[in-house]
């Protein structure tokens, strides 16, 4: 939505900023986890950003960094899940 919005504001002139959300870790600058590429250079969006001028961003280099983690992001959810429904059944055991 955010790369839509830039191409079309971009065909009329209009400067827009944008508000980053990219995957952090540390909030330092130094894990690297939030690097985004803007003009051409490397950024990183806690202590560059979060905000941009939205001409400038890779938002495919963007999305593509924001989907490294899905497998693991879904095993966790699962696992999650299992772990619920396995304490659901300790309590109901208990009880009886
Ligand atoms: S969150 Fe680690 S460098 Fe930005």
Same mark, same amino acid.
């Given at each position: $939505?955010m790369?839509?919005? /830039?191409? #079309? /504001?971009?065909?009329?002139?209009?400067? /827009?900023?944008?508000?980053?959300?990219?995957? $952090? =870790?540390?909030?330092?600058? $130094?894990?690297?986890?939030?690097?985004?590429t =803007? &003009?051409? %250079?490397?950024k990183?969006?806690?202590?560059?950003?979060p905000?941009?001028? &939205?001409?400038?961003?890779d938002f495919d280099e #963007?999305a593509?960094?924001?989907? !490294?983690?899905?497998a693991?992001? %879904?095993?966790c959810?699962?696992?999650?899940?299992?772990s619920? $429904?396995?304490?659901?059944? !300790?309590?109901?055991?208990?009880?009886?």
């Open positions: $939505m790369k839509a919005t /830039t191409e #079309l /504001t971009k065909e009329y002139g209009l400067a /827009t900023l944008v508000s980053l959300d990219p995957i $952090m =870790v540390d909030g330092t600058g $130094m894990c690297g986890g939030c690097r985004v =803007v &003009g051409g %250079e490397v990183f969006a806690c202590v560059d950003g905000d941009f001028d &939205g001409h400038q961003v #963007l593509k960094r924001k989907r !490294a983690y899905v693991e992001e %879904e095993q959810r699962l696992e999650e899940v299992v619920g $429904m396995e304490g659901d059944g !300790a309590e109901a055991e208990e009880s009886e």
